[in-house]
């Protein structure tokens, strides 16, 4: 017949048998008392050798200089248990990555006696967590790598596009201007003839203006790139004027009505890049107003700590939700009533986050629409 164990004796056993795990305990000053023999194939110290000696012998050195030792007992004693990964010394000095647990014993009559201390080795988990991050990392250059091509060769592009592009667009426009003299030279400019010549000029305004806003992308990413800001905003409303007077009003439309309220007069921002975001909004309201009642735009600054917020708000024609999800797209145009590229809002986006600021809009149709721009630079 197999003998009758206690409870305490299987516990024994269980314990010294475990070989993957250091298991130990001290008493209440941290004096080790057991030492089971998955503590001496991790640590590196025979039963005979480490009982009697403080646990804290276990921690690096620098550890042991900052009394973390003493600091582990007396948080685990106060909230129950201490759990953390760290690293922990072996007889021989080397050290391991580890995860610890130590809790505090306690007799029957609630007196406290001592720890517990379990040690687990987590180095070959850490290894490979490391190569994981070497290699996202790697992944991760890479990428940036291939992006910083793709940016190059995408300004190319544009650069070639834009300046090979220029010269036959000019040639049109004078052959245009050329045919229409030479038809009203010979009266014989009719008014279809006239039409068709003053569309065909419409058409190459727009290319020349699709143009133009594609070299203002190249040069708005070359700028994100080398960080420049010139000069920035000392006064946000002589921004506005400036803005207002260059402003032509379409002459189909009414003229809008504008109420400002900068409460927030100054800007550690690019001041050409945040008259670029106000007139691209300012000038959107106004262009897509409805015709079914007056035109009225709120414009104002406030302090949102960490943001300055510029809201232009209107009552114009608004947005569904599906032409909200696309409003920021390049080359996305919802009215075909207005000019436009649909190229504007998309540059106020870019511009925005690349300083860190981020653009929200709200809008209804039929009702009008508000964009939230904040920015992180507050002087």
Known sequence: MNPIHSAESINSFFVN????????????????????????????????????????????????????????LELALKQGSYESEDW?????????????????IFSEDGKHIGYTKITGDLTKQRELQEKLADRQQDALEHKNQELERTNHDLDNFIYTASHDLRSPITNIEALVDYLEERLKEENSLSPESEEVLKRIMDSVNRFKHTIEDLSDISRLQKTSLEGEVTEVVTNIQEVYDDIMADLDYPTKQKICFIQTDFQVHQLNFSKKNFRSILYNLISNSIKYQSPERDCIIAVHTRLEEPYVVLSVEDNGLGMNDRQ????????????????GTGIGLYMVKRIVE?????????????????LKVYLKSAM
């Open 17 to 72: 048998q475990v070989k993957d795990y250091a298991i130990f305990a001290t008493d209440t000053e941290g004096i080790i008392n057991a030492w089971n023999l998955g503590a001496e194939r991790l640590k590196g110290y025979t039963e005979e050798e480490i009982i009697g000696q403080y646990y804290g012998i276990l921690h690096p050195d620098p550890y042991q200089q900052a009394g973390l030792p003493q600091r582990e």
């Open 354 to 370: 690349n300083a860190g600021g981020k653009i929200e809009v709200k809008s209804k149709e039929g009702e009008g629409t508000e």
């Open 324 to 339: 909200q999800g696309q409003l920021f797209a390049m080359f996305r145009r919802f009215h075909d009533h207005v000019e």
């Open 88 to 104: 922990r010394k072996r007889k021989d000095g080397s050290l391991f990555w580890a995860s610890v647990t130590l809790t505090p």
